[in-house]
């Protein structure tokens, strides 16, 4: 899930030329201001690639690193948290924004909730399964926060689909909405391991 939200947090980050903002000059005159005011053609393909391939290296290199951390200490992370990483760098991969090409983050976006999903619905079954074998072992309420997590993502995951077919304001939404409820799950998680500590 942190490798995830991440994920997320670094495709949300990647929208945000803050740089080109800041730098910006003041309008002076009335002709400046027509001038900015036309339409101009602008291209972000070059850039979306740029991005996307880049994402692309972070992620591939986050899985080494993570694969390089278990060969020393096999388990250190678990097959859960690498088949995450894995399906991330798939999303990326899948897309067609590279070489130049526009990136169709939104698409990418859904990617990334499909293998959320997954994840969940794993997580769900291993979580199940060893309740089964020693009911002591794992609390209800960790088994129901696990359950409604798997449910939670099935759910964006088919408000992501429905919102593919909408508008941009719809996916947007849905985008935002996604982004948003990743971040309050990580909150929770982090919030757990202090209270672990």
Sequence with gaps: MKTTLLFLLSLFA???PMETAAAQKLVAAKTDVIQANKVMHTTYGNLDAQIADTLYE???TRLERVMHINTKVPGTVLAG?????NGELKAISDQEGRNGEAVDWFSTLVG????TKASADADWKRVSALQQENPELISE???AMVRLRARLADLNLQRGKLAAKGTADE???WALLYLSMQ???LRDRVR???ERQ
């Excluded at 948290?81 to 990483?85: L, P, Y």
């Excluded at 990334?112 to 293998?115: P, S, W």
């Design 81 to 85: 948290d690498i088949g995450i990483i």
């Design 58 to 60: 972070l992620t591939r």
């Design 141 to 143: 309420l960790d088994v």
């Design 112 to 115: 990334v909730a499909e293998v």
């Design 183 to 185: 971040v309050q799950e």
């Design 192 to 194: 757990v391991v202090e």
């Design 14 to 16: 990647a929208g945000l």
């Design 171 to 173: 996916r947007q939404n």
